[in-house]
């Protein structure tokens, strides 16, 4: 189900009112259904993906947690592992591979499988894999309730683009009879709001002028490719950050919070700031159970650096089957790593030109990386980019609407219109009411026979 | 709605600061105790009468707004009715067409039927067209052939105009209907009105064979008496002014911020933009060309049709609305006009001189029309005061004759 529907209009209210109502078993009993709901509008078989994920994490889990044998744990550990990550092979990197194969060796190992990637498989595996990975090393005991896992793996919230949540936050949470609090659900409603404007009215705007750009880029004009690259900041920014709002937003109506996703990242005045602030949830996954791991900053600069490049690689990788992924994977790393190598202190200079002046330069690194996340190949995003260098000749259309929201979205965030919205309503059941009433109006005018785009966080 | 809820212990005005996690290497205990199955009616009778007085509370606190909203919304209703009476009633819908009966009669044209043979000294047009002639959004006696036939008659010699037209009809079709279904009228003369879409589908259909659209299919199409509380809601809420309103401000407000744009799908170019030349993900206007070689042809074996038949062919383009002027207030879809390379009207009009057909330039007619001359919700279909416009354009050529 897509949050931009209207039936999700309808079926949150009706989610919540039957949650609030029903005492806490039932009401547990009736998430997981609701979830299972969520997902399957996409596709009923693929459901069963994530039955397997939740019997696969739970039952490893409780063999962790109840032998005493290192070797049993280890094997338990590592069958989870490998379910989880073999799912994810199958369904995501079996033709990147075969096909990265066939280019390089003229061979291919397997013949293109051609399959569906199913809705959300990257985000729901990592938090699974978190569950089991924390029963392991002993920082949470195994869930006796199958329900505790279950409701954990595919709470609807964040089920199919995150955030990509601990077992630890979310589920002593879900295990609370808690009552109605007003607050929390205007809050909520607010949230849902603010992230619909930025999916529906800024994301879905911006679509067709990169999508146009970037369909022909050997025909658009280098100025018509810059802005399209600042159009596509502003889209992958609205896009996917407001379906987090949408899901802490709906969580809230719950009554139940969700880790922050996005703090301002496009104020950020270096690139190791900007991944503070850019898909939290992800980012301390992989600095939990990869950079870490792997040694994180404890062995030196050089092995620093590494498990700098692995992570962000991997991270690349995690996007898409692609080796512009990696890329840009690779080009996060490598900004990361020179930012190191210099100096370059990770929080904002004092001095305002300073800052003014490192923040320009990392918001167009950010652009220029951005490229490669957009391009549908590496030969196609070296084109972008060769054409934006030389000012290339060529057709130029609505070149100015993505620069000035560029610039609207960086006033707005400058002036935490976020929080204030938020506060706002948080604070008023009149407005939070009236505005409750308009924007379902509004939103089920918008959805009416329009094509929106999904989310662009659903393809990975 | 405050509540003893609202004493919960979260910190709910920190909703928004971001939650710390806990150290991955430090044990964290999580409640196992089983959770107790109870009754799934349990709370229903402490929740639900809480909540019917906290909306209660609500309402009472704010009554005065409750009411002041409710008159704004009568008064507004009122308004727009009085303005627009077009509101009362979609202008798409499949048998009623801003607010009026889409009915075909027994003949299979929309408007009164006609006598067969033609009753003498009568003078009778034959109207081709799509749905700009047929009267999409208007009454049919507020049609260009309806107007036509007033703007004709005297009382020497009545005129009837017989409206052909249908919507998604192209000239290959029109020129089978000419001579297959249309020729047992006695028509004196002929008046073809073209549109942009009508050109669009030239290269939309060009590997398909023209077919005769069908007659009964059409009359089909005539109101159906629906009954029934499904039926009586559905009736209430097209026939609300305020839906309708926002139905269309909703889709300009969509064009607006570019959430709908006017590109049309190469694979199948169906719309205004292909007639315009309309440049869009680096294409040339090579498709727009090729559409009007097809139209020219087309053109060419229509007037072959009325020349063997010995009907005088008319041919006017009905301009859409964003064409007229450079006044925003004519573009409320926000069609980029940067983008428009192609004047139809200067094309169909050199088309016709080529094929020694009369043209008819409806624009100055149509842009002097006493008031607006298109339906609200689009920029194709005309309301009365410009299909009285196109006709008066009409009239004018066929008298000078």
Known sequence: MLFNSTLYLIFLPLVAALYYVLPLWWRRVMLVAASYAFYM???????????????????????????????????????????????????????????????????????????????????????????????????????????????????????????????????????????????????????????????????????????????????????????????????????????????????????????????????????????????????????????????????????????????????????????????????????????????????????????????????????????????????????????????????????????????????????????????????????????????????????????????????? | MSTNSESHTRHVDAVLEPITPSSRYEHVEIEQSPIRISNPLSRVMRVIPRWFMQGLGLLRQNLRWVVVSLIVLVALEITLRAAEPRLMGRVYNASMTGGHPLAFNEQGFRGQPVEIPKPVGTRRVLALGDSVTMGTGVAHDQTWPAYLAQRLSDPQRPAEVINAGLPTLDLAQMELELRERWSRFQCDEVVLVITGNMVSFAKAREDQAATLPDSKKRRATAIKEESGLRAGLKSLYTDVAIPNTLVIGSEHAKFAIGLEDHRYNPEHPVGVMLAHGYLQDGRDASMSEQAYDIVRSQLAQLKQAADDLGLPLTVTYAPPKFSLNDSIWYNLKFVNRDRLTIDPIERISTMCTELGITFVDPVDAIRNAPSPAYVLSDYTHFSPSGHDALASAIERSIRSR
């Not at chain 1, 089991?132 to 919230?157: C, E, M, N, Q």
């Not at chain 1, 929390?184 to 705007?205: N, P, Q, S």
């Not at chain 1, 850019?278 to 590494?306: N, V």
């Open chain 1, 41 to 460: 509008v996409w596709s009923v078989p693929f459901s069963s993906l994530l039955l397997f994920s939740t019997v696969i994490d739970y039952t490893a889990a409780r063999v962790i947690d109840s032998s005493d044998s290192p070797v049993r744990q280890r094997l338990a550990l590592l069958v989870s592992l490998s379910a989880n990550l073999g799912v994810l092979a199958v369904f995501k990197y079996a033709d990147f591979f075969t096909n990265s194969v066939y280019s390089l060796f003229g061979v291919r190992p397997w013949q293109e499988l051609d399959l569906i990637l199913p809705l959300g498989i990257s985000f729901y595996t990592f938090q699974t894999m978190s569950y089991t990975i924390d029963v392991y090393r002993g920082h949470l005991s195994a869930r006796k309730s199958l329900i505790d896992v279950a409701l954990y793996v595919s709470f609807f919230p964040q089920l199919v683009a995150g955030p990509i949540i601990r077992a630890d936050t979310l589920i002593p949470q879900l295990r609370e009879e808690n009552e109605e609090n007003w607050q929390l659900i205007r809050a909520g409603i607010a949230l849902i709001i603010w992230g619909m404007v930025k999916k529906v009215f800024i994301a879905d705007a911006m679509a067709p002028i990169v999508n146009e750009s970037y369909a022909n880029a050997g025909a658009a004009s280098g100025i018509a490719l810059l802005s399209a690259t600042y159009a596509f900041a502003v889209q992958i920014y609205c896009d996917f950050s407001g379906y987090t709002d949408i899901a802490i937003g709906s969580a809230l109506v719950l009554g139940i919070r969700l880790p922050a996703n996005f703090r301002e990242p496009y104020l950020s005045c270096s690139i190791r700031e900007f991944w503070r602030r850019w898909h939290i949830s992800l980012s301390t996954w992989l600095r939990d159970y990869l950079y870490i791991p792997l040694g994180g900053s404890k062995r030196g600069p050089t092995h620093t650096q590494i498990n700098l490049m692995i992570t962000m690689l991997l991270g690349g990788l995690w996007h898409g089957a692609g080796w512009n992924w990696v890329v840009w994977g690779g080009l996060q790393g490598l900004m990361m790593i020179i930012e190191r190598i210099i100096g370059l202190s990770e929080s904002p200079p004092k001095q305002l030109l300073a800052k003014i002046v490192r923040w320009f330069i990392t918001f167009h690194l950010v652009c220029l990386s951005w490229v490669f996340f957009r391009a549908s190949d590496v030969e196609q995003a070296w084109e972008v980019i060769t054409r934006i260098g030389t000012l290339a000749p060529g057709y130029a259309f609505e070149i100015w609407t993505p620069i000035a929201l560029v610039a609207l979205l960086l006033i707005v965030e400058i002036g935490r219109g976020r929080k204030r919205f938020v506060n706002t309503l948080q604070h008023s059941a009149p407005l939070a009411l009236l505005l409750a009433i308009l924007a379902f109006i509004v939103f089920a005018l918008t959805f009416r026979g329009a094509s929106s785009p999904e989310f662009i966080y659903f393809q990975f």
